[in-house]
């Protein structure tokens, strides 16, 4: 089954302790990115990767990293969580898009991860 | 400014009657995609419809069409015959090229939370 799979889905953790927020897919698509969703501020981008060690910033960078070792794999690092992070986040995955798709170029999500910094 | 507009924060529709979810959108690209996902309760993004700048069709997706009016620059979704189940947030996306395929992605508007009255 074609999926993005997220882990884990809650976390509660406290404020300082570096965390690791893991991200697959199994489509072998190109492009991978993070997102923040907040109420009333629908979702920001936090990082994407066009490709394998290719990544950048996004909308929402700042207490953030990334990295694209593999091009399944993108997980989304918190060196040092503080409570303004607190948020459900989602990993994306697409197919590099090329401007005049289909549906197919839209993005697949995980099913996203409720972190709670205190 | 806004990127993606989404006007109505909330909406109470009584089953069986149809309902329009607005959005604009601003873009100056002549190539881009608009997409329309639903957010249920459990929190997971689900892909509904898909419409492409130069698509002169209006998509359909069973209950779901797309309202699109490329010089109003307005991506409307329409839920025909609503049901419970339809009960959701309702976010609005928009997904451009990019000036050098680094830093497409796709913008969300803040969503459209709609509850379906038996």
């Known amino acids: 089954e074609a999926q993005v799979t997220q882990n884990p889905r809650y976390l509660i953790t406290v404020t300082g302790k570096k965390l690791t927020v893991t991200c697959s897919q199994n489509?072998?698509?190109?492009?991978m990115s993070w997102y923040r969703q907040d109420p009333g501020l629908g979702l920001r981008q936090i990082y994407y990767s066009m490709n394998v060690e290719v990544t950048d910033k996004g909308d929402v960078p700042e207490g953030y990293k990334v990295s694209r070792k593999e091009k399944r794999n993108f997980p989304l690092i918190l060196e040092s969580p503080s409570p303004n992070q607190t948020s459900l986040y989602f990993c994306?995955?697409?197919?590099?898009?090329?401007?005049?798709?289909?549906?197919?170029?839209?993005?697949?999500f995980g099913s996203g991860t409720r972190l709670t910094v205190v | 400014a806004q990127k993606i507009t989404q006007t109505q924060p909330g909406m109470f529709v009584q089953e069986k009657e149809a309902v329009t979810l607005d959005c604009t959108y601003d873009t100056s690209d002549q190539s881009y995609g608009l997409f329309w996902y639903k957010q249920p309760s459990s929190g997971e993004m689900i892909f509904l419809i898909y419409q492409g700048s130069y698509d002169e069709q209006n998509a359909t997706e069973g209950r779901y069409s797309l309202n699109f009016q490329k010089a109003r620059k307005s991506a409307n979704l329409v839920i025909s015959a609503s049901q419970l189940g339809d009960s959701a947030m309702y976010f609005c996306a928009m997904r451009e090229r990019g000036t050098n395929f680094g830093n497409e992605k796709l913008t969300f508007g803040t969503g459209t939370r709609l509850t379906i009255i038996p």
């Open positions: 994306a995955s697409s197919l590099r898009y090329g401007g005049q798709g289909g549906s197919s170029y839209g993005y697949t």
């Open positions: 489509m072998n698509h190109e492009y």
